[in-house]
């Protein structure tokens, strides 16, 4: 039998080692996995690579984490916002790396390395800061950019709804980065509002394929079982 | 010379949206035309976090954060609405299939170079979210922006000093004062607001700029 749930947000960080590469979901805190991210900072792993859109909003999510300054680089298009101050005075007092990536960028770099492709050519960037020195080629004579996957060892996302086998449905605009970086990671770990009994999601409807996905935690039914 | 306030600047990029377009609006100033689409028009807006038929902002207190734009505000979806992930988002504005962006720049140069990214200050934290993606996959790339800074200095350009968001990509330039389009010649003037001659707008383009009033573009 396959059983992808865990019961505790604990449970689901296990295994997650310093020095690891994570796909954090979320556009802004839309789909931002804010169980997944308060357990990683329970958890403890430091040194890590961070890979999501933003670079932290307020004091909580990704922000928090970063304030444990166990991030060593952040890998996004848009760091800067106007209440991204906890990445900010990281970046300015040089106590973080940052790589940034146009949008359309990180999500195709991550939908390759989550379908097997070794690299892809693309205009986007060509001739800007952000694609100096990197290899071009002109294709059917238009100046393309070589661009390389982002692999994660693990991705925290958010979804709506999950069955067992970690088939994902999602809400509105928080599905955002949630299924590219789902194929990305070697573990898929996902926090949703609901864990549904098998057979109940419509398979028509099922926008994350249970392939993609390692473990599953409803850490909000959890706390409401809890009391 | 009747120089036109924003809301005015958004009626007339929306005036050259055709009905049936499938269109992005950039964050800023462009943002001001989803107001200024005639209510009889079927165009479908585009955020790239997600979504095609986004409607206008809900009422207050109705927010929803799980439905936002770009900028990261509360919108509404409208009937016939789709939702997306991120790869599908870029690959409608990469694979050429947006009719049309709306974006704001810093400068836009006379080969249709735009840079509206950065900065470029010592200490400024780089951010450039989609824009480079929308700048050079939609199929028509505009700009609507003030003519001159608030310092007075030129926005269009010979060249930009600025970073480039992407290379020979903007086609046209709705600013307060006039329309243009970027050609392989050059800055052309189609439209010029009320009481403005083209000599003084030339003074007010940091490249040269031909009258093109008499030539039908579109």
Avoid at chain 1, 144 to 156: K, N, Q, S, W
């Amino acid at each position: 039998m396959i059983n992808k749930t865990v019961t505790t947000v604990e449970e689901a960080m296990s295994g997650i080692a310093d020095g690891s590469t994570i796909l954090v979901g979320g556009f802004g805190t839309a789909g931002m996995p804010f169980h997944l991210i308060d357990a990683l900072i329970a958890q403890g792993a430091k040194d890590l690579t961070i890979v999501s859109n933003n670079a932290g909003n307020g004091d909580t999510g990704l922000a928090a984490l970063l304030k444990t300054k166990r991030v060593r680089k952040i890998i996004c298009s848009f760091p800067r916002q106007t209440d991204s101050w906890v990445f900010d005075g990281l970046y300015r007092a040089g106590q973080i790396e940052l790589e940034v990536v146009p949008q359309g960028n990180l999500a195709e770099r991550m939908r390759a390395a989550g379908a097997g492709i070794g690299a892809f050519f693309c205009p986007t960037g060509y001739g800007t800061l952000l694609a100096a020195e990197r290899e071009t080629r002109v294709i059917a004579g238009r100046n393309h950019v070589l661009e390389y996957p982002i692999t994660g060892d693990f991705a925290l996302i958010k979804a709506l709804k999950a069955d067992r086998w970690g088939n994902l449905v999602y809400r509105k605009t928080a599905r955002n980065f949630g299924p590219v970086m789902a194929t990305a990671a070697k573990t898929t770990i996902v926090e949703v509002d609901e864990i549904v009994e098998l057979g109940t999601l419509d398979p028509e409807g099922v926008v994350t394929p249970g392939i993609f996905v390692q473990r599953v935690v409803a850490p909000k039914h959890l706390a409401a079982r809890a009391t | 010379m009747q120089r036109m306030n924003r809301e005015l600047m958004a009626a007339r990029v929306a005036a050259d949206i055709p009905d049936g377009s499938y269109v992005n609006l950039g964050i800023g100033l462009p943002t001001l035309v989803a107001n200024a689409l005639p209510g009889d028009l079927e165009v479908i807006l585009h955020t790239e976090n997600g979504l095609l038929g986004m409607g206008p902002a809900p009422e207050k207190g109705k927010e929803d954060w799980d439905l936002i734009n770009a900028g990261k505000q509360a919108v509404t979806a409208l009937p016939g609405a789709a939702y997306f992930h991120h790869a599908d988002s870029f690959a409608m504005m990469r694979g050429g299939h947006l009719d049309i962006c709306v974006l704001g720049a810093f400068q836009v140069s006379e080969k249709g170079d735009l840079a509206n990214w950065h900065t470029g200050a010592a200490d400024a934290i780089p951010a450039v979210g989609g824009a480079m993606d929308l700048a050079i996959g939609a199929k028509k790339t505009w700009v609507m922006m003030e003519h001159v800074t608030k310092e007075g200095q030129h926005k269009l350009v010979r060249n930009c000093t600025y970073p480039l968001t992407g290379m020979a990509c903007v086609s046209r330039i709705y600013t307060d004062i006039a329309v243009i389009d970027v050609t392989t010649n050059g800055f052309i003037a189609i439209e010029l607001v009320p009481g403005l001659e083209l000599a003084e707008l030339a003074t007010l383009t940091g490249a040269a700029i031909t009258d093109g009033r008499n030539r039908k573009t579109v």
